[in-house]
Each structure stands twice: as C-alpha cells, then as structure tokens.
C-alpha cells in the first residue's frame, strides 16, 4: 500500500494529543491532569473553610475561589496549545511531503530528507482518530503519525486492515 500525506499543524496537534492519551496511563494522566486539578478545585470550594463560621452558600469568597480555577484551567490548556505548537515548528521532517509504503514486512517512509525503513517489531500499538492513525513506537514518546485527509475511504479500511494485522490496538 502506498500512501503520501503531509502533516499540518492541526493533525500534529491531534496526533500527538492522541498519543498522550492512550499511549500509556501515566501519559493519560498527563493529559487529563488539567481537568482533573479543576475538578478537584471546585470540591474543595464546597468544603467550608475554618476561617468562615458560616456555611452560607453566597459567601462571596467562596464563589471567588470557585471562580478561581477558570484562568488557572485556561492557562494549563493555553500552555499545552503553545508547547505542541512549539514542538511541530522544531519538526521540520513533517512539513515535507511524507510517502509511506506499507506491506507485510513493515513500513518504507521516504521524504527529501530521508528514507527509512521499518519493520513492524519497532511498532507496539496503534491507534486511531477522526484524523489521524497513529502507530507508537518502542520507547516512551516515539509514535508515526498517518493523516486520514488524504485518504479515500477504500484506503482507510485497507490501511485499518494492515494495521489489525500486524499490530494490537490500543
């Protein structure tokens, strides 16, 4: 199978989102952790603090401390947007135009810069998208990103197909 795609900031931005989320538990973790911080904040707005007698629920700061963890969630996901904008500038191998070819052996990745070959032993998982597959990579962070916007339909079932055969699914 053969397959050529570029990949945008916004699949990067999906693909590596993605990865975080079901490559391992600690990186699901990692993931979550702003909402879970957020959560976590708002449960202790309910607990009455020592300070206060009252339990009150219009006490105005209570409802300042509640209304507190909006910014501070908004700064964690605001953080998270500008370092995967970061790290897909300083990856320059995926602005080029990336033709992959796909058999029983492995896979062949040629771009301008370079070709490499792979096999499927390098691959512990994949996973899928609306927008990108994703095949990780022995190790912590390595992952291969394939982008579905290029894609028919036909090849989109055939390259699930090869997938499934070659690799478990996260």
Do not use: C
């Not at 219009?58 to 370092?83: H, S």
């Not at 962070?141 to 996260?170: C, V």
């Amino acid at each position: 199978m053969h397959i050529e795609y570029r990949i945008s900031e916004r699949d990067y931005k999906s693909a590596a989102t993605l990865a975080q989320r079901k490559q391992s538990s600690m990186t699901a973790l990692d993931h979550y952790f702003p909402y879970l911080f957020s959560v976590a904040w708002v449960i202790a707005g309910f607990i009455p603090s020592a300070a206060s007698n009252s339990l009150d629920p219009t006490d105005a700061t209570d409802l300042i401390f509640e209304l507190g963890v909006i910014p501070v969630l908004l700064g964690f996901l605001w953080k998270r947007k500008v370092r995967l904008r970061k790290e897909y500038e300083k990856a320059s191998n995926l602005h080029l135009l990336q033709q992959l070819d796909l058999d029983s052996s492995g896979l062949r990745l040629v771009t301008s810069m370079a070709t490499v070959r792979t096999s499927w032993q390098v691959y512990t998982k994949f996973t899928e998208n609306e927008t990108v597959f994703l095949l990780f990579q022995e190790g912590k962070e390595g992952f291969q990103a394939i982008t579905k916007s290029f894609l028919t339909p036909l090849q989109t079932d055939e390259l699930r197909t090869l997938l499934t055969a070659n690799l478990p699914k996260a």
